[in-house]
């Protein structure tokens, strides 16, 4: 075994053991038999060496997620992927609070991956007229909600002490960011009307199928328009 392993093996295990989601890199080199020069060396400083605890200890849960099959549901896998997401934090919790702290100055590669495979199941629910809001603002509220969810459970257990209260906030940030299937009829949202909702729609379906017709520019242009379109739904300050 090489040191940058024999450091984050060290690493992960004095983090699983630790009260609090943190480790000092001299309990690190001392559990590795490295000295403080090769953590450096290898890792740059204690947040990059955090961030790649935190990168490894998230493989097996990215791992599950990128190999997991769509199903004929986009809003049925969006939910699974919220308890999905909750459950490891709940397994993990040092990792997950790591992984969110804002001692990290740079995210870790792990959250950047969270975060695009979550928006590639809200591309499909925007695909398949199920989505009322453009893509990208979806993926923020959802990320947003389900990582405070996860936060409150695992800082403050004695006010979250049920895991339905999880469940009941995903039920409802999802039916706040979704409609029913797609009938035909123009969506109605209440919170913009039907042509947002249609605009991101056919965004999505355009993203997903480029039309052969267009040029890229054109179809750069038409996805500029549509995509003002869409956020003519939203709230502004």
């Known amino acids: 075994m090489d040191a940058r392993e024999k450091i984050l093996d060290a690493a992960t295990e004095l983090l699983a053991r630790a009260s609090a989601a943190d480790v000092s890199t001299r309990a690190v080199c001392e559990a590795a038999g490295v000295g403080a020069p090769m953590l450096y060396r290898l890792f740059g400083d204690k947040a990059g060496l955090l961030a790649a605890v935190v990168d490894r200890g998230f493989e097996q849960y990215l791992a599950s997620k990128r ?14 992927g919220w308890d999905n997401h909750m459950r490891f934090a709940l397994d993990h919790p040092n990792h997950y609070r790591l992984m969110y702290s804002p001692e990290l100055a740079t995210p870790p590669a792990a959250a950047k991956e969270a975060h695009a495979l979550l928006h590639g199941v809200l591309e499909r629910c925007a695909a398949a007229g199920l989505l009322t809001v453009p893509p990208e603002a979806a993926t923020r509220v959802v990320m947003a909600a389900n990582v405070g969810a996860a936060l ?9 002490p049920d895991i339905r209260f999880a469940a009941r906030l995903r039920d409802s ?3 706040s960011l979704t409609s029913p299937a797609d009938t035909g009829e123009p969506h109605d949202t209440g919170r913009g009307g039907a042509v947002p909702a249609a605009a991101a ?15 890229v520019v054109e179809a750069a242009l ?4 549509l995509g003002t379109l869409a956020d003519s739904g939203e709230p502004t300050a």
């Open 67 to 80: 190999a997991a099959r769509p199903s004929a549901d986009p809003v049925a896998d969006l939910k699974r």
């Open 152 to 160: 409150s459970m695992l800082t403050r257990p004695e006010q979250y």
């Open 173 to 175: 940030v999802i039916d």
């Open 201 to 215: 729609t056919l965004a999505a379906r355009l993203r997903a199928e480029p039309p052969q017709r267009l040029t």
């Open 222 to 225: 038409l996805q500029q328009w």
